[in-house]
């Protein structure tokens, strides 16, 4: 008749642990898990503006782990953010670490970064700042700070609410269909008085190269000012030249959307990059995104 009592009074032990853990891992930061997108967007836009902006993008796991990845700029560049970190039974977190990235043949970029911030169910605010390396085979190395930004993510929409005018003035923070290392890549933009335009968009993205010669690195891009519709719709497109040592890159980068009564947005974005050589004018490589779908919220 003693034989059971311990084996009773074990399986009881078993039980309760079981029930503790359960709630530990529900005390670990409640509600939080899924995918995040945003960064920071300065307005109005001056000569200091682009210092100030930064894409974010934050998927977190059951388990309270979180992966980062992001771009923030700096006078040498933009410094990558790839990273995770644990969550806070409240949510906060800190993730510290190091990328490095070859964005072309010869170059070597080493990003040093600090995310700091907190985490609800609805989004979540915090700050950044980051450090960039860039060594240039036969060149001193350059190092550049960027300023401490502050930063704002929103949970990924669901599906959209009926069409609707743009909001009068608003930031709207969001993800594009793209994955990253650890989440999908974000997207920010912003609205002027009276919903009439959008002044500023800033989206990461990564290009596919048919061939291969062009080694095309995380990006972003930032959209100049275009019209909205009085309905709350949007396409924009927007072309530009970049001259490098070797290259000329063509880029075009067509965008478009539609507001809703939710105070948000949704639509399509491609970005397609056709790189020629300075030397021949012939075609090197073109890199592609495919067409991407795209959501943000206030």
Partial sequence: MIGPRPR?????????????????????????VGNFGGGALAVPVDESTVAKDMVLS??????????????????????????????????SFTSRGAAKTRPVAGVTETSTFVVKGRLTADGGTGTAHATLRVRVKGRATRTCTSRTVSWTVRRARGAAAAPAPA???????????????????????????????????????RAKCDRGRVIVAAEVNYSPEFDVTPSGSFRNV?????????????????????????????GKLSVTEVFTSRRTGKRVDVCATGTLTWSARS
């Fill in 8 to 32: 009773r009074a074990l399986a009881v032990a078993f039980i309760l642990a079981a029930a503790t853990a359960g709630i530990a891992r529900a005390q670990i930061a409640p509600g939080t």
């Fill in 58 to 91: 934050i998927r977190t796991q059951s388990g309270g782990r979180l992966g980062v990845d992001g771009q923030l700029y700096t006078r040498c560049g933009l410094a990558t953010i790839k990273g995770d970190a644990k969550l806070t039974a409240g949510g």
């Fill in 167 to 205: 909001p009068a003035e608003s930031l709207l923070y969001g993800l594009t269909s793209q994955s990253g290392p650890h989440a999908n890549r974000p997207i920010v933009l912003h609205t002027t008085s009276g919903g009439r335009t959008i002044d500023r968009v800033v989206a990461g993205y």
């Fill in 238 to 266: 927007d072309k530009f030249k970049v001259t490098f040592p070797d290259v000329v890159a063509r880029t075009t980068v067509v965008l478009r959307g539609q507001f809703d009564q939710a105070a948000g947005a949704a």
